[in-house]
């Protein structure tokens, strides 16, 4: 079991320009989730999904969209990369929502936009 | 709106030494709460949660919280810090769907010899 994986671990972007990162899991679970973090402001909810086809908004969403084609994978898209949006991306997944259950994090994506 | 609020961005404690990370929470339904550590380089791992069965809650690696309800409070505690406990802390109360989670700013916890 690889749990959750992301993929890439490391992207720099200059501004405007625009990226997907992949998020897979192999639990079979129905929820992921897509986290932002930044220094002094915890985990911020970028936007979430309960199942696949499926999608939802988190707190933080602008700027940024998501796809669950299929139940192992979420994606997250930039369509035009901002230095506001420098930060560390997770992702993560629960058999049932996080507020009852145990997520699941991948290691997270480290993305500079200049 | 569900809210967490960790009192302390940096605690020192010394090995061996009791290890107390504050956490207050605000909720308009009976919540349910979580305690989740990140290591270095790391994403984040489940500690502990308080699902409204047992007010004192025992996690992995010998912490555990109690949930006060008086004090809107569950803060986590661990009698004898290891070197290997250093990390950060993040403490989150439930969305009222159940669905999210709402996630405190973290705890960083330094161990010194």
């Known amino acids: 079991n690889a749990g959750v994986t992301q993929t890439p671990k490391f992207r720099v972007l200059k501004t405007g320009q625009s990226m997907t990162l992949l998020c897979a899991q192999d639990?079979?679970?129905?929820?992921m989730y897509w986290y932002r973090q930044d220094p002094g402001m915890g985990l911020r909810l970028i936007h979430y999904?309960?199942?696949?086809?499926t999608t939802a908004k988190g707190e933080v969403p602008d700027g940024y969209n998501v796809s669950r084609l299929k139940k192992q994978n979420f994606l997250l898209g930039l369509e035009s990369a901002a230095p506001s949006q420098t930060s560390v991306y997770f992702c993560a997944s629960s058999s049932w929502g996080a507020g009852t259950d145990t997520q699941y994090f991948g290691p997270g994506t480290r993305l500079t936009v200049l | 709106a569900q809210s967490v609020t960790q009192l302390g961005s940096h605690v020192s404690v010394s090995e061996g030494a009791l290890v107390l990370l504050r956490c207050n929470y605000s909720s308009s339904v009976p919540p349910y709460l979580f305690w989740y550590v990140q290591y270095p380089n790391q994403g984040l791992q489940l500690l502990l949660k308080?699902?409204?069965?047992?007010?004192l809650v025992k996690g992995i690696n010998g912490f555990e919280a109690e949930f006060k309800k008086s004090e809107t409070s569950f803060h986590l505690t661990k009698p004898s810090a290891h070197m290997s406990d250093a990390a950060e802390y993040f403490c989150?109360?439930?969305?009222?769907?159940?669905?999210?989670?709402?996630f405190g700013t973290g705890t960083r916890l330094l161990v010194s010899p």
């Open positions: 308080y699902t409204s069965a047992a007010t």
């Open positions: 639990m079979n679970h129905e929820y």
């Open positions: 989150a109360v439930s969305d009222t769907g159940f669905q999210k989670l709402v």
């Open positions: 999904s309960v199942g696949e086809g």
